[in-house]
């Protein structure tokens, strides 16, 4: 099956807390986000990924720190969560050249 | 910078009927378009695009798009709508000069009573 993938669907942490989550594509793509959707349903980007590469990085805290193995992989790992980091987050993929987005499930995160 | 505009946050049809959401945009050049669909508890999805030519776009389900430069608009519409339409509908545009990210509008939530 070619889609993007994110693990885990669902986690709750507590404040002060480390959590990464997971993003893999298998669309052949090259180019990965991660965005934000809050309670609002409101979707900010905050970070792109070009080959491994980091393209765009929006003003988000520093806790905030993606990782990229290779193109199909795109991590997000938060230092520290807040109670504001509680959203869902989303990951995206598309090829260079197009500039339509394929989404993952998300994964909601709340921080108790 | 470019911004989108939804200015109805909630719309409420009743299945069978037509529907149109409205979606405005602000950009100095014609930005790459999209609607994309967010079911309950998944990611989005793209009902549609518009690059250029032909300013009526068709997507998937029935749902299509006209785009207007003169009214800086890409509202989307569908002749009958069906319950199973009842999601989260959101407007985006993509900077033409890179393609880099989507900027999207606040969401319409579309609800379908039978």
């Known amino acids: 099956e070619t889609a993007v993938f994110q693990t885990p669907n669902y986690h709750v942490t507590q404040v002060g807390n480390e959590v990464s989550f997971n993003c893999k594509q298998t669309l052949g793509h090259d180019t990965m986000y991660w965005y934000k959707q809050d309670s609002k349903k409101l979707l900010k980007i905050m970070f792109s990924?070009?080959?491994?590469?980091?393209?765009v990085n929006e003003t988000v805290p520093r806790r905030f720190s993606p990782q990229s193995s290779d193109k199909a992989h795109l991590n997000l790992r938060i230092k520290s969560v807040e109670p504001e980091d509680s959203a869902v987050y989303l990951c995206a993929s598309r090829r260079t050249g197009d500039y339509e987005q394929y989404f993952g499930p998300g994964t909601r995160l709340t921080v108790l | 910078a470019q911004s989108v505009t939804q200015p109805d946050a909630r719309v409420t049809v009743s299945e069978g009927a037509s529907l149109q959401l409205r979606c405005k945009y602000s950009?100095?050049?014609?930005?790459?378009l999209f609607w994309y669909v967010q079911y309950p508890r998944q990611g989005l999805q793209l009902l549609l695009k518009y690059y250029s030519g032909d300013p009526v776009v068709q997507g998937v389900n029935g749902f299509e798009a006209e785009f207007s430069k003169s009214n800086s608009s890409f509202h989307l519409r569908k002749a009958s709508v069906h319950w199973s339409d009842s999601a989260v509908y959101f407007c985006?545009?993509?900077?033409?000069?890179?393609?880099?990210?989507?900027?999207f509008g606040q969401g319409t939530i579309l609800k379908v009573y039978l």
């Open positions: 985006a545009v993509s900077p033409t000069s890179s393609g880099q990210k989507l900027v």
């Open positions: 990924y070009n080959n491994k590469q980091l393209i």
């Open positions: 950009s100095s050049v014609t930005p790459y």
